[in-house]
């Protein structure tokens, strides 16, 4: 049951992606949630490190969506300098804003991946739709609001059964 949860790659951050490998795999799409995954949560713009990875990432022809739970202000405050179009208030793990992310970008599930860094929301959302999911480290979990705090509670018992089943490792999950 748990198993759902298991990203199919972990990351320590966005950086660590082989943005090549995943190209070969025949990826075009990249769906991303926002707070700690691509700056903190109270960052409110892309760090220079993150602009220039966003730059790779649209040399190698990967289209972005960024689908985050919070709220329009927060997200448009992010994206709009950066011109990723977004959706806010997406309700993550439902599938309806995931779908829509497709949508914006033209892609089919195949073609598509998902970056985050919860695994109730991201990748519980993602693994549901059929898409590849890389989960990443929190870039600042200080910094996290109440729910999301109750998320990663729920995360480290989830993380304990499976490590005691043998299931759960880092990096590439079957």
Sequence with gaps: MF???????????????QLDELYKRGIRGIITDLDNTLVGAREPLATPQLTKWLEQVRDYGF?????SNNNRTRVSKFADPLGIPFIHAARKP????????????????EQ??????????????GKRMGLYTILVTPIAPADEGI???VNRRIERFVLSRLRKKGTWYEGETK
């Design 3 to 17: 198993e759902r949860l298991l990203p199919h790659l972990r990351v320590n951050s966005v950086y660590d992606i």
């Design 63 to 67: 289209k972005v969506v960024i689908v």
């Design 94 to 109: 439902a599938n309806k804003s995931f779908h829509k992310a497709l949508s914006v970008l033209g892609l089919p599930v």
């Design 112 to 125: 598509t991946v998902v970056l985050g860094d919860q695994m109730l929301t991201d990748v519980l959302g």
């Design 147 to 149: 729910m999301t705090r």
